[in-house]
């Protein structure tokens, strides 16, 4: 089977909902990030910190590469995974990408009580991910095969969403 790929915004509930799927699917369940912090025994904030934005994106885009190349994995990715045409590429060719539509508004419930995230620790965050959601909504949009609305929706019923369209 080929693998389903989570795309969206910070505060999508990729994660979880990716999480939960697998468990359904009976597959391995991946996220990018965790990959990225297992590999270099670091987490985000650090990479961030220590190499800047390019240096994660770099990491990013080789995990990216080589988990979107194997075959029955549900892989979650990060929020930014899709800025780069070879990320967008890769995601597309490796399977089915499932879009986790969220509106601003719960983007900014949702990671209002995580401190985890180096673009979000500025002054307004709310700004921030309001920016990006407009950058990255056509994108999302444009690696997507499916797209799934989860604002007002729990987990399990975005889940359930997504294995009736698969
Ligand atoms: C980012 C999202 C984060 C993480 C990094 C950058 C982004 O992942 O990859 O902090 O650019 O939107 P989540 O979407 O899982 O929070």
Do not use: C
């Not at 509930?13 to 359904?24: F, M, P, V, W, Y």
């Not at 990030?33 to 080789?62: C, L, N, S, Y």
């Not at 590469?65 to 549900?74: I, R």
């Not at 930014?80 to 590429?89: D, F, H, I, L």
Request: hydrophobic share 40%; proline share 6%; no cysteine.
């Amino acid at each position: 089977m080929r693998n389903v790929i989570l795309v969206g915004p910070m505060g999508a509930g990729k994660s979880t909902i990716g999480r939960l799927l697998a468990k359904e699917l009976r597959l391995p369940f991946k996220d990018s990030d965790k990959e990225i912090e297992q590999r270099t025994g670091a987490d985000i904030p650090w990479i961030f910190d220590v190499e800047g934005e390019q240096g994660f994106r770099e990491r990013e885009q080789a995990v990216i590469a080589e988990l979107s190349m194997q075959d029955g994995l549900v892989l979650a990715t990060g929020g930014g995974a899709v800025m780069r045409p070879e990320n967008r590429q890769a995601l597309h060719a490796g399977g089915r990408v499932v879009y986790l539509h969220t509106s601003v508004e719960q983007q900014i419930d949702r990671t209002s009580r995580d401190r985890n995230r180096p673009l979000l620790r500025g002054p307004n965050p709310a700004q921030v991910l309001s920016d990006l959601m407009a950058m990255r909504d056509p994108l999302y949009r444009e690696v997507a095969d499916i797209i799934i609305e989860t604002d007002e929706r729990p987990p399990r019923m975005v889940v359930q969403e997504i294995l009736s369209r698969l």
